[in-house]
């Protein structure tokens, strides 16, 4: 036929080229389609394998199969890997897995306003006894490599997850990790992990510390600056003085200093107060509330006994046992209501027999029982309420002045308690 055409096949391999890859993993065969069709290019290709000290070299019939299998551009080089090592598995790290950021930075940010709030920290490094802290995940080992040219590819053993520990964590076997022993406050001093019990704040809770939140004693050795937040499960001891701030304790309350706060804030302590002085502040306290110099407009309500060494004007003072101050009231005759209310804590019953003996002892218990006490001083505009009962001062009255309900009488008296002078009934005011 005038139009056929007759095509030789090669013979001879006359082009292609071998090269190693960078990690000596793979050794690439670039070749051409009429070189791959020459009938002793696999010869070839296994010749240079082996001059070129190759390990492992594939079987003469896996490289025609490939060189067959392989799709090819006209007359361009096409690149097949014709040999593979084995690739080494890299080892992992052990790592520690913490059950939430106890330390992160910065301050929460109010999500409807989109402000940053300064007062609160994102930290919240308070843990409760038996909580998860941290988890220690064990490390991976890794599988060695062999190159081309069969020489292994040694990988390095993983690295441990390690950490120190102190007072007050324990190690749980079964979740590979440590545990809270105790309640309290989560730090890291150096290297060392700690849960401390007794918060020590040396210097102010304000924007530097931000909130403060304890399971535990907070010791702050400072002020408590106004609108910062602090509570404790357990005593809050403050050697310097509390702004206009909610606390709350599970405990006492100590204030070497002094309480000037004000109406909208919130002093609640389920055991005793002690403080200085107290001024604009409301305060609930389960057990006793004493001020060394004065409380002065304040609202208090005390499972125990409320004691000023000093002047109590202004506000309202409720006691489940006494009240004592040295002055009730000023000469302005600002409104001053001292109350006795019984509560689950307080009990004024007595035995039939320890009410009608009059022995020195249980008049001296009858005068130390719901009283209110008055040592130098009571102004106008004092209100006493004891049990319900109640009596406005009306005129400026000279201390010392008792005001109880006499348990003979079973009647509200007031008068001076010299011990010349008898307690004489007073009717209460309607």
């Known amino acids: 036929m005038e ?12 082009d292609f080229e071998l090269k190693i890859s960078e990690d000596k993993l793979e ?19 296994i010749e240079k394998l082996t001059e070129m000290g190759i390990d492992n070299l594939p079987e003469l019939e896996l490289i025609q199969t490939r060189l067959k299998e392989t799709k090819y551009d006209g007359d361009q080089m096409q690149e097949i890997v014709i040999v593979r090592g084995k690739s080494s598995v890299m080892p992992v790290d052990g790592r520690l897995v913490w059950s939430k950021d106890y330390f992160a930075e910065g301050y929460k940010i109010d999500l409807t306003t989109n402000k940053i709030d300064f007062r609160e920290k994102v930290a919240s490094p308070v843990v409760l006894e038996d909580d998860l802290i941290i988890k220690i995940i064990p490390p991976t080992p890794g599988e060695d490599g062999i190159d081309v040219y069969g020489k292994l590819i040694k990988v390095n053993p993983p690295a441990k997850a390690e950490i120190k520990v102190g007072p007050n964590l324990r190690w749980d076997e079964e979740v590979s990790g440590y545990r809270a ?26 924007c530097k510390t931000g909130n403060i939140k304890h399971e535990g004693d907070i010791i702050i050795r400072g002020d408590v600056d106004s609108e910062y937040n602090v509570e404790a499960t357990k005593t809050i001891l403050v050697t310097g003085v509390i702004g206009a701030c909610n606390i709350t304790s599970g405990g006492d309350l100590i204030v070497n200093g002094g309480i000037n706060s004000r109406e909208d804030k919130k002093i609640s302590v389920k055991g005793g107060v002690k403080a200085k002085y107290i001024m604009n502040t409301v305060l609930e306290a389960g057990g006793d509330v004493a001020s060394e110099v004065e409380i002065v407009r304040c609202k208090v309500k005390a499972g125990g006994e409320v004691y000023c060494g000093g002047r109590i004007v202004g506000g309202e003072i409720i006691a489940g046992t006494n ?15 001292l109350e006795i209310r019984k509560t689950d804590k307080s009990d004024d019953s007595e035995t039939e027999d320890s009410a009608e003996s009059p022995t020195s002892e249980n008049q001296a218990k009858s005068e130390q029982t719901d009283c209110i ?8 505009g004092t209100k006493f309420t004891v049990l319900g009962q109640r009596h406005q001062v009306k005129k400026r009255m000279k201390g010392p002045i008792v005001a109880l309900i006499d348990k003979k009488l079973k009647q509200f008296v ?15 005011a309607s």
Not at 3 to 14: D, G, K, L, Q, Y
Not at 323 to 337: Q, R, S
Request: charged share 30%; glycine share 6%; proline share 4%.
């Open 3 to 14: 139009n056929e055409v007759n095509i030789t096949e090669p013979t001879t391999a006359t």
């Open 27 to 45: 050794v690439v065969l670039s070749i051409d389609a009429l070189t791959a069709a020459a009938a002793d290019t696999a010869d070839k290709i």
């Open 181 to 206: 022993a105790v309640s309290g406050r989560l730090r890291m001093p150096g290297a060392s992990l700690e849960i401390q019990e007794v918060f020590s704040i040396d210097g102010d809770v304000g």
């Open 323 to 337: 009240i004592t101050a040295d002055i009730a009231g000023n000469d302005k005759n600002v409104l001053t209501l």
């Open 373 to 380: 006490r008055i040592e130098e001083q009571v102004y106008t």
């Open 414 to 428: 007031i008068s001076r308690y010299d011990e010349k002078e008898e307690p004489e009934s007073d009717k209460p």
